[in-house]
Nanobody, 128 residues
């Protein structure tokens, strides 16, 4: 089994910051460092959309245009944890944020269909 547990969400004023964490565990996830990891978000009534992804070693990252320059994905393979640092938050960033493990062999890794395991999500609410 694979478990992904997000934490760090909450209520913050516009312009503020939050740091999300996603801890991975499970017998089938013993090699955390061999998987690309990603963050997605889903606002009420909307589809789940890509936010950021990070390579296995953490050296290559991709961020959605909507968060580029404000959000930063990172990982600590020794702790089997992936992070999302969110700065200059805007009300439109309000959503449930999910971390996910990419399927091996996936190419773009920009679609939820490229990921096979998901956390339960953590709510981020940005007030104006």
């Amino acid at each position: 089994q694979v478990q992904l547990v997000e934490s760090g969400g909450g209520l913050v004023q516009a312009g503020g910051s939050l740091r999300l964490a996603c801890a991975a565990s499970g017998r089938s996830f013993s090699t955390f460092s061999s998987y690309v990891m990603g963050w997605f978000r889903q606002a009420p009534g909307l589809e789940r959309v890509f936010v950021a992804r990070i390579s296995r070693g953490g050296t290559v990252t991709t961020h959605a245009d909507s968060v580029k320059g404000r959000f930063t994905i990172s990982r600590d393979n020794a702790k089997s944890t992936v992070y999302l640092q969110m700065n200059s938050l805007k009300p439109e960033d309000t959503a449930v944020y999910y971390c996910a493990r990419a399927k091996k062999g996936s190419t773009s890794m920009l679609s939820p269909l490229d990921y096979d395991y998901w956390g339960q999500g953590t709510q981020v609410t940005v007030s104006s």
